[in-house]
T-cell receptor, first 115, second 114 residues
Framework: GAGVSQTPSNKVTEKGKYVELRCDPISGHTALYWYRQSLGQGPEFLIYFQGTGAADDSGLPNDRFFAVRPEGSVSTLKIQRTERGDSAVYLC?????????????FGPGTRLTVL | AQKVTQAQTEISVVEKEDVTLDCVYETRDTTYYLFWYKQPPSGELVFLIRRNSFDEQNEISGRYSWNFQKSTSSFNFTITASQVVDSAVYFCALRSSNTGKLIFGQGTTLQVKP
């Protein structure tokens, strides 16, 4: 497809479990962002990749959260020892290479529910 | 600190009414970018407009128009002759020139009734 894709669309897990959320950016977009959107709130920044490296991870809430982008395309957000407070929609966005003025295009999100 | 405030939590109008969504931002950057996104019930954020801090010209796109005023740090969004399909949550966002991340407001839920 032409847009950003995210899998799974929904994920239900139990407290304490490990989860992985996947993002496939628009082809040719080298910048990739993860955001988290809690119910009734605007998205909040988590981490930004330029190519394979995390250029800004200041939004990750704690060390249970980690993200990788090993080949500069697909990214995986990993959450260890999930807590009920991690329940949210996790959004991924991508942008064209190297130009901050370009727009971020968002995927449909993964709704994570921690029971 | 950078911040975006959308003071209107919910707005309800009747179809064909005009409606304005307010956005006020805070930043110390001299170069920055402002955005509006639409989030329909399906959940996906849809890009509507980008405006940089050097361009204060108002913009019109069909029934949509945007009023950017640096003097009041506002970037308001007006929908003319609203339609039921305009019902959604609308987010205003700020991006500084030296970072890539977007800072979103809390969103305004617009309900357009037939």
């Amino acid at each position: 497809g032409a847009g950003v894709s995210q899998t799974p669309s929904n994920k239900v897990t139990e407290k304490g479990k490990y989860v992985e959320l996947r993002c496939d950016p628009i082809s040719g977009h080298t910048a990739l962002y993860w955001y988290r959107q809690s119910l009734g709130q605007g998205p909040e920044f988590l981490i930004y990749f330029q190519g394979t490296g995390a250029a800004d991870d200041s939004g990750l809430p704690n060390d249970r959260f980690f993200a990788v982008r090993p080949e500069g395309s697909v990214s995986t957000l990993k959450i260890q020892r999930t807590e009920r407070g991690d329940s949210a929609v996790y959004l991924c966005a991508s942008r064209k290479a190297g130009v901050f003025t370009d727009t971020q295009y968002f995927g449909p999100g993964t709704r994570l529910t921690v029971l | 600190a950078q911040k975006v405030t959308q003071a209107q939590t919910e707005i309800s109008v009747v179809e064909k009414e005009d409606v304005t969504l307010d956005c006020v931002y805070e930043t110390r950057d001299t170069t920055y970018y402002l955005f509006w996104y639409k989030q329909p019930p399906s959940g996906e954020l849809v890009f509507l407009i980008r405006r940089n801090s050097f361009d204060e010209q108002n913009e019109i796109s069909g029934r949509y128009s945007w009023n950017f005023q640096k003097s009041t740090s506002s970037f308001n969004f007006t929908i003319t002759a609203s339609q039921v399909v305009d019902s959604a949550v609308y987010f205003c966002a700020l991006r500084s020139s030296n970072t890539g991340k977007l800072i979103f407001g809390q969103g305004t839920t617009l309900q357009v009734k037939p």
